[in-house]
């Protein structure tokens, strides 16, 4: 698996760093890939459909989600790869940073 660089491993954090679209992934995780669409995910959240396009397309963004035609909408799916990657990505981040030295003033 290719490893996230930097700045796509920002991206991504980016795109998770607001509970609505950690939500969406969620309801996208509980669905058969390709059969939700934004109607589908705006029912099982209190926002207007139009907040939760704004969201989808962060994620779609990022390559989280991807998007299916489905006859006259546009149906959703988690892109399990990049899930992954990312998951990869962040076991150990921080585990390689040391703690900084602080020097006091004599």
Do not use: W
Not at 16 to 30: E, K, N, Q, Y
Not at 82 to 101: D, K, T
């Amino acid at each position: 698996m290719n490893t996230m660089q930097d700045d796509d491993l920002a991206n991504v954090m980016r795109a998770l760093g607001h509970p609505v679209r950690l939500s969406i992934l969620r309801i996208l995780a509980t669905q058969r890939p390709g059969d939700c669409c934004c109607t589908d995910v705006t029912q099982c959240l209190p926002l207007a459909q139009s907040t939760v396009s704004q969201h989808i397309k962060v994620l779609l963004d990022a390559g989280l989600v991807e998007r299916h035609a489905k006859g006259t909408r546009n149906c959703y799916s988690l892109r399990s790869d990049r899930l992954a990657a990312f998951n990869e990505a962040c076991s150990g981040l921080f585990s390689g940073l040391a703690p900084i030295q602080l020097h006091e003033p004599a």
